[in-house]
């Protein structure tokens, strides 16, 4: 249901290496000099994957003056643990959108985790979808770094952590893309979203990350010996039907 580390930090490699190299991610707040340091950390071999990629985009809402830009500070963040026998531990996907430029004195108008935990690796009285989407959850280091204040979270309740709600697996490409999708009010969004080196690279973090969910999926759903067996309860929470 979910990717191989290895193949995760390819792909994760090769997309940092693509937006550093693609001109257009420099207008969001220098994104392709930044995706440049991450291509020297970020070892497509071995290791983890930590990367914290943050940028400027222009997010109008229906409610806003049309030709008013609306800067906004974006963090798209990856954190994926893996163990010695390189099996994933864990993986997190965070969001953090602004409502301005600056974290130190912005408020946050979003914040959410797209998290993956192995149901043979979590606590088995808790249970969750073992792939899902949390809102707000905790500051990273990162962030702390960066400047934003406990102060502009509070509103979110962080330590209200549940309901988790199912979702698909993400990797930085195909977040990445579902904000530009999401936000075409940049200029920038659109010259991005067709340009053919993106599509290409979008295309093919969809077959490593979204194929083997979906296989799983479909899999399940088409077996004779499930019928009868809630899909939601067995496979996305992994709950044992014994």
Not at 158 to 168: A, D, L, Y
Request: proline content about 5%.
């Amino acid at each position: 249901m979910y990717p191989a580390l290895s193949d995760l930090r390819r792909l994760e490699w090769e997309t940092i290496k693509t937006i550093s190299e693609m001109s257009e991610f420099g207008t969001f707040y220098d994104l392709s000099a930044i995706a440049q340091g991450y291509r020297t950390l970020l070892s497509k071999d071995r290791g983890n994957i930590n990367i914290n990629l943050p940028f400027v985009l222009d997010i109008r809402l229906r409610a806003d003056v049309k030709k008013t830009l609306k800067k906004r500070r974006v963090d798209l963040g990856a954190l994926v643990i893996g163990d010695q026998s390189g099996a994933i531990e864990s993986a997190s996907y965070s969001l953090i959108i602004c409502k301005s430029e600056d974290p130190k004195t912005s408020a946050i108008v979003r914040k959410l985790h797209f998290d993956f935990e192995p149901g043979s690796r979590r606590n088995v009285g808790e249970l969750k979808p073992s792939v899902h989407m949390q809102v707000c959850g905790k500051y990273s280091d990162y962030h702390i770094r960066a400047g934003y204040r406990d102060s502009a979270l509070r509103h979110w309740h962080p330590g209200f952590e549940k309901p988790r709600i199912p979702s698909i697996p993400m990797s930085i490409g195909i977040m990445l893309n579902w904000l530009l999708l999401e936000f075409q009010t940049d200029r920038t969004a659109m010259a991005i979203l067709r340009h053919p080196r993106w599509r290409k690279l979008v295309a093919q973090a969809e077959q490593v990350v979204l194929r083997p969910y979906f296989k799983a999926a479909t899999d399940f759903l088409s077996s004779a010996s499930n019928r009868g067996v809630p899909f939601v309860e067995h496979l996305l929470y992994e709950v044992s039907q014994n």
